[in-house]
């Protein structure tokens, strides 16, 4: 059976609001486009769909980091004591910055709806279980390696992993807290680039720039090692997900009289 996906419905409803900038539609059509490249995958859809959605999530990222940031900064520079008259600024400053970003921005064509067709169920099972193996060695390599770079290229490929299996409706807790850990060594690594290449708040935060570089590299510390905790129980559940999968799979490929499984999709 033919499915229509709710995701391009999902991003016509906050479309106005993220032309005008809003945080939460920004923050809300990133969001979307991670379950876009989920589902386009299962759909086997081509690469005009794949770009158009690619292209929005590009054009809200420097936004989305933009907010990222700043809420982190403000919260670390409250937390350090910071005095009124710093924060004022501060606000003022991240306001004009965020202003200056959404005029510049280009926002593409809103992306096109798509259907997930016949037979989805089983693909997204068979590409999911296909990704467990991929997902872990990625992950053993992360916590290897202090390279940014493999940490956010794993980051991205379990997001993706992640939304293929809300599809089927089943995600597990221990994929979900490795991305939120994922997530905050994310924030970290956006914050401290501005902290540490942007000249403009050198002048702006002063000696608090030193603190919040500092407090940053312990907040990234702290999530590596949360992830590192957190990965036994993690690869124990991709494997046993992986695992029900493929069993599910083999089990189900035919119905009882010959009727393919995929039809029941």
């Known amino acids: 059976m033919t499915k229509r996906s709710p995701t391009a419905a999902r991003l016509e409803e906050v479309w106005p609001a993220l032309k005008a900038g809003d ?154 807290d490795v991305l939120d850990a994922l997530g905050r060594l994310q924030d970290t690594e956006v914050t401290t680039t501005l902290l540490r290449d942007d000249p403009a708040l050198v002048g702006l935060l002063g000696e608090f720039r030193d603190q919040l570089l500092v407090r940053e590299a312990a907040a990234g510390k702290a999530a590596r090692a949360w992830v590192r905790t957190l990965f036994p129980a993690f690869a124990g559940a991709l494997r046993a997900a992986g695992g029900k999968d493929k069993a599910g799979e083999k089990e189900g490929r035919v119905r009882p009289g010959g009727e393919p499984a995929s039809a029941q999709a």
């Open 23 to 176: 945080p939460g539609a920004v923050h809300a059509a990133r969001k979307l486009t991670r379950r876009a490249q989920a589902e386009l995958r299962v759909a086997g859809a081509g690469g005009k769909v794949r770009r158009a959605w690619r292209d929005l999530r590009r054009a809200a990222a420097p936004l989305r980091d933009h907010d990222v940031a700043g809420s982190h900064l403000r919260a670390a520079l409250v937390g350090l004591g910071a005095p009124p008259p710093l924060l004022d600024r501060f606000d003022a400053e991240w306001s004009a910055r965020r202003a200056g970003l959404l005029a510049g921005t280009e926002w593409p064509q809103r992306p096109p709806s798509y259907d997930l067709k016949g037979g989805w169920k089983g693909r997204a099972r068979k590409l999911a279980a296909g990704d467990v193996d991929d997902l872990i060695r990625e992950g053993e390599a992360a916590l290897a390696s202090e390279d940014t770079a493999v940490w956010h290229e794993w980051r991205k490929n379990l997001k993706r992993y992640r939304y293929t299996l809300d599809l089927l409706g089943d995600v597990p807790t221990p994929l979900t």
